[in-house]
């Protein structure tokens, strides 16, 4: 399998955040093995943060522009995820709207993608240049 076409993001530690199995125009879907660090206590029980941080993964990578960040995020965390949970995220961009991208993301365990452990509509923008990058004099910041 060719390795996905992946513009943004790249720094990201994968093992952290998620692995990308498909990017493709207006679509991504990425794969995250949970860890025993991710546990918040002897349950197993996986930090709602990284499950967060897998389905941000996929929303950047369904943008797949090299300047993009996310503005807001309305999320459901649907069940409980556990250490050794294979997840999944597929996210596709659903509007449009000038620097604006609105992407809907499910994440679900592996083989199991009828049945969400996360769901969640991102606003995603799409800045002229990096936000860490100096702003011309007189030019106000991307809102």
Partial sequence: MDAPDVRTHRGVDRRLCGEPL????GA????LATLPEMAVDETGLVHGGFVFGLADHAAMLAVNRAN???????????????VG????????????????????????????EGSAVFSGRFVCLVPERHV????PAGREPLR
């Fill in 28 to 31: 991504a879907r990425v794969a």
């Fill in 85 to 112: 949970d294979r997840l999944v995220a597929d996210a596709w961009v659903e509007e449009t709207s000038e620097r604006k991208r609105f992407v809907r993301v499910l994440v679900a365990r592996e083989g199991q």
């Fill in 22 to 25: 498909s990017v493709a125009p």
């Fill in 132 to 135: 860490l990058a100096p702003r």
């Fill in 68 to 82: 993009v960040v996310l503005g807001s995020a309305e999320v459901r965390f649907e069940r409980p995820v556990v």
